[in-house]
């Protein structure tokens, strides 16, 4: 069973764009989680999406948003680019509706210069 | 605000001996533990987990020890291998929370 994909590995953006990161989950997997590491902050919870819902949000700004699709492929946006923003991008999958145990991505390394 | 978090940022450790990373939690109503291990370059990957019932797990050459007294969580790793080189985190959540607190975590290093 392949893992949880996610698209692009890398990206570098310059401040005041936006990006979209894409990810797969596993497959019958329908929580898609995702997270935000950087050196200095550790593991930050960013939103969490079951069935095309949010249903927990962390405490990020409004520019940090995300959607799942009904075939449980999930996007997170990020617009207005700081420098800040500069982290990897985890996406992660449960099998089950209570969201406890979850397999990641590789995720994606944004670069925002 | 409540946080998960761990002890030591670093731990070195000869190749054959036994590790122990330590992790404090502070959220009373945590019930379910888990540890993750990430490598460089890949995402956090799964080692074991527990829930707030149970207070030791063993798996392949890992045991996870819960205290809820003193909210304490370890990882013990038998006969630590070059490949056990490694970040760790310790996780935990509540019902219907729908995320993971993570700790800080700690980097494991094994000499040969």
């Known amino acids: 069973k392949a893992g949880v994909t996610q698209t692009p590995r890398y990206l570098i953006k310059t401040r005041g764009q936006q990006v979209t990161l894409s990810c797969s989950p596993i497959?019958?997997?329908?929580?898609v989680s995702w997270y935000q590491q950087t050196p200095g902050q550790g593991l930050q919870f960013l939103f969490e999406?079951?069935?095309?819902?949010?249903?927990n949000k962390g405490n990020f700004p409004g520019r940090f948003s995300g959607r799942q699709f009904s075939n449980s492929r999930s996007e997170m946006n990020v617009s207005t680019l700081e420098l800040g923003d500069s982290a990897l991008y985890l996406c992660?999958?449960?099998?089950?509706?209570?969201?406890?145990?979850?397999?990641f991505g590789s995720g994606t390394q944004l670069s925002v210069l | 605000g409540e946080s998960v978090g761990l002890h030591l940022p670093t731990l070195s450790v000869q190749e054959g001996d036994n590790s122990i990373i330590n992790c404090a939690y502070s959220?009373?109503?945590?019930?379910?533990f888990i540890w993750y291990k990430q490598e460089s370059g890949k995402g956090p990957q799964f080692i074991i987990d527990?829930?707030?019932?149970?207070d030791k797990r063993q798996g392949q050459r890992v045991t996870v020890l819960l205290n809820k007294t003193v909210k304490h969580l370890s990882l013990q790793i038998a006969a630590t291998q070059p490949g056990d080189s490694a970040v760790y985190f310790c996780?935990?959540?509540?019902?219907?929370?729908?995320?993971?607190?993570f700790g800080a975590g700690t980097t494991v290093t094994v000499r040969a």
């Open positions: 959220n009373s109503a945590s019930d379910y």
């Open positions: 527990i829930r707030s019932n149970m």
């Open positions: 999406y079951f069935s095309e819902t949010q249903r």
């Open positions: 992660a999958s449960s099998p089950t509706d209570k969201d406890e145990k979850l397999f």
């Open positions: 497959s019958g997997h329908r929580s």
């Open positions: 996780a935990e959540t509540s019902s219907n929370d729908y995320k993971l607190s």
